[in-house]
């Protein structure tokens, strides 16, 4: 027989230590594993991982990772769209869950050393992103340029405010911020957030960049195309999927698409090899 | 690999030899009509298994990869929770499954112990399991219509991958080889003979007669093989064959190499939960679903391209060494939709046809 930490489906168990609200249904949990040896082990996650989470009795589901592995604490964050999600809403600290991973391939924030880095989200989309952003500011003499682009619904769908208002203080760092419907007190950019690129005082970093984009289906087509018409190379454009997972290891097929299982081979693919799989975003 | 020779008696013989050693032996029998299933041998049925007979729809994956499978258990005490997982892992054999199954179970091999991840619930299954291989060779009750394993290079005649291959030379004589130490242990018992030079060229030419008694000859397959890899199959011929789809599911229920699985919770006590894997369906549309509705493959024929490609293409028959269609032909028995692989095949040649003669290469 196996030893039983062996087994690829086996969660571990983990303990809620607090809740922070961000924005409306959109929660972000702090936890960390009952066993000590478990959390140094998964804390050896890279930025654009994701983890499995189980809520016993209701399901297991792939959240990804917003911290940077240069935090000290672990934590994700969720919109409560599904049972599963509501169930994570529903714990309060305290409370015990599972958890396994790190999974996925994660970005490889090493090989852009040197390069200009472009930070292009969308609502929910910053979760993934916050990780990398967060990365390349702790190793910040290492990289060139960073731009930060976000879009969101309305001043409110703003999240992660403590982060955005550290970038957008900190030197050598450019945020713009961007909503589709002003609010009272709104005083920035009212638009997509691709219309941010074309913003007088803007000057997109295009040579030498990478540009990391995530968000809703709709935005991230729109924002692929802005970056090309930029002159963006399709392999410098890279982003991360999400999809229904089962596994995450490559065994249950369903987030299969083209030659490439998203859970191990992704989630993270550049627009290159995203055109390639065929399949929509 | 060693070969010998027994008697009509002699594969019965072979059943009990397992049975003595503990095993559990699995064997196909009949059930009514044409009806047939895999069963665990008894000292009552043990007289009832036959070797020739037509393959049961319901594949031998189950006893590596079961329709319903019991991942851990969680049990939470006084808030604290505790979580268990549960193995099984009989001896078992078994006994008297058709090349194309063995290939099956070859394909599951590679998929979830041949990566970077191993499958601990597969391996416990597997690591205590034999498969006793019987070749097909009558034409009317081995050799069903949709058979097509000639073409997928995995029958009748398994080559590698079994413990023990049984096959009748249709004169009182059954030739049986081993394909691991395992199997050639048992040689140790009376009842194996010698095998002769004349033995073997007559299973040479039984099998060589028997070669053409396949009434689907899907020819086309390597093609299909090379023009799904290369991405040159017309989306609409992908719609035509989404087209006939009816969404069932069946076709990945009795294949023999479909992986696909979904996990699922369950309340089994008080504060017990039980975590399962069922079987899951990439026909079905919820397969994709994501919180919140979004679906990448809408269309059913994006969902029967994927099957098929999954099944198909070069770079996944690379990827697990092995293909994950073994041509036994349940899907085209199961499909109400006639889309089968064999059907499938033959779409493809046809349309594929059409468009190269408008583009002479």
Redesign the interface.
Known sequence: MKAATDNIYLPKVAILDRVVDEIHEVKTFYWHFEDAEEQRKFRQFRPGQFAQVSLFGVGEFPLSLPPSPTEPETFFTARQVGSCTAALHALKPGDQFAVRGPYGNGFPMESYYGRNLVFVAGGIGLIPLRSCIIYALAHRERYQRIQIFLGARTPCDLMYRADLRQWEQSAGTECHLTVDRAADGWTGNVGVVGSLFQKPGVRMAVDNTVAFVCGPPVMFRFVIKDLVALGLPETAIVSTLERYMKCGVGKCGHCCIGVAYVCVDGPVFTYEQLKKLGEDI | MKARIVDHAGVLRIVDLFRQQGYQVIAPVRGRGRDTYYDGVTDENRERIEIHLPNPQYPPKRYVFPHIER??N?R?AG?????E?A?Y?PKRVLFGIRSCDVAGIWHLDR??LG???????Y??RREHLLLVNVVCTDPEQDIADNCFCVCTDTGPAAREHFDLQLMDLHNGEFMVVAGTPAGEALFADPVFRKCTAAQVERRRALLSEVRRQFKTMTSWFAATVRYVSQGRILDQTWEEIGNRCLECGGCTYVCPAC???????R?VGPNE?E?V?IW?S?ALGG??????G?N???AVH?RRN?RF??KL?H??IQRELSMACVGCGRCAAVCHGDVGMPSVVEMIRRATSETEKLEPV
């Open positions: 991942f851990l969680a939470t808030g604290q929770l505790e979580i997982p193995y892992g998929f979830f990566r970077d991840f191993r499958d601990p619930y391996a416990s992986t696909c699985f979904t996990v699922t919770d309340q939960i975590r894997r899951d990439c397969f994709t679903r994501m919180a919140g979004h990448p493959r809408r994006d994927r490609f999954r293409a770079y996944f």
